[in-house]
């Protein structure tokens, strides 16, 4: 399917929702302003200027209103993204992506989510904020992420604390848990969108693909079909950036109950700093507490127990 998108002037806006106005169609997507349907061309515009057409006719059509810009299709020689080669167009394909986050933090849980982003609605979730999501801060993919939340079938696990530590105690590597955690978000997402199915599964590569399988080895269900690992693959496709955002957005979540029942805002990462304040919490609600709100295994515990 073709998918072309153009920015446009407010003046060239006025004309095309003109042009097209029997084929007009309503549709209510955030960020829609006029929206046409022909038997081979779906013309979207949107308030921030673009203007994209999809189907066959799709070059035809954008050709009265503009110099083609760009596609959205991305190259899947994105720069330094090790893994798999990916099918060309691949940006424009219908793909269920996951992430994660929370590996690297002290406090807090590991959190994974799963994304389906149909080739249709590519647009609608680049328009809701997902494009640029290296730009991304904290604040503003809480602000987005309900919406993206409704907008796409997705599953989010939260790997709390207390749940880790147990399973660490147990053997299971980061790798294994997470490893679990994205085929069991990607299971779930699938269901839910069943009978409809991706073309592609685009994992965010924490893995080379034989290192994942194993880990999953005693899993009953695996997923394996048509399944994709790059780094760096919120690049290559939003699937994959809006599982991120979603990743984040419980990560933060958890980490404002945490907070909340710790009584002071508990940091991100594993510095010196995080240190110091696992130190105070130790002083002050006792080690057990601090281990209910922390990756307990991490380098940190042993420095800050030589805080206390
Ligand atoms: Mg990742």
Same mark, same amino acid.
């Given at each position: ?14 004309? @095309? ?11 209510? #997507?955030?960020? @829609? ?29 954008? #050709? ?47 959190? *994974?989510?799963? @994304? ?9 979730? &680049?328009?809701?904020? *997902?494009?640029?999501?290296?730009? +991304?801060?904290?604040?503003? =993919? ?14 989010? +696990? *939260? ?21 679990? =955690?994205?085929?069991?978000?990607? !299971? &779930? ?24 399988? &194993? ?19 919120? !690049?290559?496709? @939003? ?6 955002? +979603? #990743? ?9 109950? +945490?907070? &909340? ?14 240190? *110091? !304040? ?6 002050? !609600? ?23």
């Amino acid at each position: 399917m073709s998918n072309i998108v153009l920015t446009i002037s407010t003046n060239i806006q006025k004309e @095309v929702m003109a042009y097209y106005a029997s084929n007009y169609i309503e549709r209510k #997507a955030p960020g @829609v302003i006029f929206a046409a349907k022909l038997p081979d061309t779906s013309i979207t515009m949107y308030k921030s200027g673009k203007l994209m057409f999809q189907g066959g006719g799709a070059e035809r059509e954008a #050709a009265r209103w503009g110099i083609i810009e760009k596609t959205t299709s991305q190259k899947s020689s994105t720069i330094g993204a090790k893994g798999d080669t990916l099918p060309d167009q691949f940006a424009t394909m219908s793909v269920l992506g996951s992430d994660e986050t929370g590996t690297g933090d002290y406090f807090g849980p590991i959190t *994974v989510a799963a @994304v389906y982003v149909p080739a249709s609605k590519i647009e609608l979730i &680049n328009e809701l904020g *997902v494009k640029d999501s290296k730009m +991304l801060t904290d604040d503003y =993919m809480r602000k987005i992420a309900p919406d993206l939340r409704a907008a796409c079938v997705h599953s989010v +696990l *939260v790997l709390r604390n207390d749940k880790y530590n147990n399973l660490q105690a147990k053997g299971y590597s980061q790798g294994k848990m997470k490893a679990m =955690m994205h085929n069991k978000a990607l !299971q &779930n997402t699938l269901v839910k969108m069943a009978p409809e199915k991706p073309e592609f599964i685009l994992i965010d590569q924490f893995a080379e693909r034989g290192v994942y399988y &194993n880990y999953l080895k005693n899993e009953r269900e695996i997923v394996q079909e048509n399944v994709y690992f790059s780094t760096k693959a919120e !690049q290559l496709h @939003v699937a994959v950036a809006t599982a991120s955002i +979603l #990743a984040r957005a419980a990560f933060l979540k958890e980490m404002d109950r +945490l907070s &909340n029942i710790a009584g002071l805002e508990l940091m991100k990462g594993a510095s010196n700093k995080v240190d *110091v !304040q696992a130190a105070r919490i130790w002083r002050k !609600q006792g080690e057990e507490f601090l281990r209910s709100i922390t990756k307990w295994h991490f380098a940190n515990t042993e420095k800050a127990r030589k805080m206390i």
